[in-house]
């Protein structure tokens, strides 16, 4: 007769280490499809435009949310930190006997 041990996650655990990975999938695409802009967050994005009769060119601005490289690092700590939670429960173990 053996008895053996075998350790599965808490809920708790899982669900938490699952949040994590669905925000840092969705912060870095959020982050990717505005724009994966490197610099800092704008709330204003200049726009080059011609003149059609002088030929000269200006710049206006446009009101628009691009999320820079601060957005992406705050999500990824604070996915980070929801991981690093996870691990404080405990796993469940459960033992089986055989004979």
């Not at 075998?6 to 724009?35: C, D, E, M, N, Y």
């Not at 204003?44 to 435009?49: A, L, R, T, W, Y």
Request: glycine content about 12%; charged content about 15%.
């Amino acid at each position: 007769m053996s008895n053996s041990t075998t350790h599965k996650p808490s809920p708790a655990r899982l669900g938490l280490q699952l949040a994590a990975a669905v925000l840092l999938i969705g912060v870095v695409g959020f982050w990717t499809a505005k724009g994966a802009h490197t610099g800092w967050s704008m709330n204003q994005v200049p726009v080059k435009q011609l003149d059609e009769i002088t030929g000269i060119e200006f710049v206006t601005y446009e009101k628009r949310f691009v999320p820079g490289i601060e957005f992406l690092a705050g999500g990824a700590g604070l996915a980070a930190g929801l991981f690093v939670v996870s691990l404080l429960f405990k796993r469940q173990s459960t033992q089986t006997t055989s004979s």
